[in-house]
């Protein structure tokens, strides 16, 4: 069984920048592939950033692309959401998960979730 544990959010101000931070126990981490997921007030789970078990293979999320950076530390079974410029829009809880992949690739479905960590963004 796989534990994940989110750090990192916190109230911030428009422009400015976070680092998430998810720490995986009890699998091996790096063949696990990685996922961040946020969810607004009312509003549905987004996707938004993915990254295979070597992380080779990622994918960001257009509505913030070029904003948002994943990576990984396989030697620290942590992954990493980097947030830049942002904006009131990405206020969200955001969810980290996880799921064993034989290939590496970026995957859509999870098994393990985190409990998820509150990102507030004023203007």
């Known amino acids: 069984q796989v534990q994940l544990v989110e750090s990192g959010g916190e109230l911030v101000q428009a422009g400015g920048s976070l680092r998430l931070s998810c720490v995986a126990s009890?699998?091996?981490?790096?063949?696990?592939?990685m996922g961040w997921f946020r969810q607004a007030p009312g509003k549905e789970r987004e996707y938004v950033a993915a990254i295979s078990g070597s992380g080779g293979n990622q994918y960001v999320a257009d509505s913030v692309k070029g904003r948002f950076t994943i990576s990984r530390d396989n030697a620290k079974n942590t992954v990493y959401l980097q947030m830049n410029s942002l904006q009131r829009e990405d206020t969200a809880v955001y969810y980290c998960?996880?799921?064993?992949?034989?290939?590496?690739?970026?995957?859509?479905?999870?098994?393990?979730w985190g409990q998820g960590t509150q990102v507030t963004v004023s203007s």
């Open positions: 009890g699998g091996t981490f790096s063949s696990y592939a």
């Open positions: 998960a996880g799921r064993w992949s034989l290939f590496d690739k970026v995957v859509i479905e999870y098994d393990y």
